[in-house]
C-alpha cells in the first residue's frame, strides 16, 4: 500500500521554526516530485513549496519565500521543509503529496490540476505566542 506520512508539526512563538518530514512506504519516494501543501478549515488548500524528483528543481509560494527551504535525504527517504521565521498566518495543517507521473524534473504547486496522489494524512502547525 503506497502511503504518505507527514511528521513535526507543532505548536511554535512567532519567530521560531519548525522542519516537516514527509516519509513514504511502499514506494521509493526519490522516483517523485513532492509537494507541500497547506489548508485551513474552511478554506482552499494551497500550494507551499514543491521538489522536482532530482531536486535539481524547486518552487515557493511567494508567502513562504525565503523562509521555507524544501529538500531531499534520499539516505532516508524522505523530504523535508524547514520553516524559519514562522508566522501566525503559517498556522495550518500541513500535507505532503506526490505527483502521480514518476521521475518529473520539474513540480507545481496547483493542487487543482489534480496532479498529485497520494497525499498524506496532515500536521498541524501553530504560530501563536
Known amino acids: 500500500q503506497l502511503q504518505l506520512v507527514e511528521s513535526g508539526g507543532g505548536l511554535v512563538q512567532p519567530g521560531g521554526s519548525l522542519r516537516l518530514s514527509c516519509t513514504a512506504s511502499g514506494f521509493a519516494l526519490d522516483s517523485y516530485a513532492v509537494g507541500w501543501f497547506r489548508q485551513a478549515p474552511g478554506k482552499e488548500r494551497e500550494g507551499v513549496s514543491c521538489i522536482g524528483y532530482n531536486g535539481s528543481h524547486s518552487k515557493y509560494a511567494v508567502s513562504v519565500k525565503g523562509r521555507f527551504t524544501i529538500s531531499r535525504d534520499y539516505a532516508k527517504n524522505t523530504v523535508d521543509l524547514q520553516m524559519n521565521s514562522l508566522k501566525p498566518e503559517d498556522t495550518d495543517v500541513y500535507y505532503c503529496?506526490?505527483?502521480?507521473?514518476?521521475?518529473?524534473?520539474?513540480?507545481?504547486?496547483?493542487?487543482?490540476?489534480?496532479?498529485?496522489?497520494?497525499w498524506g494524512q496532515g500536521t498541524q502547525v501553530t504560530v501563536s505566542s
Open positions: 503529496a506526490v505527483d502521480r507521473h514518476p521521475y518529473q524534473s520539474f513540480c507545481t504547486l496547483d493542487v487543482t490540476k489534480g496532479q498529485y496522489d497520494p
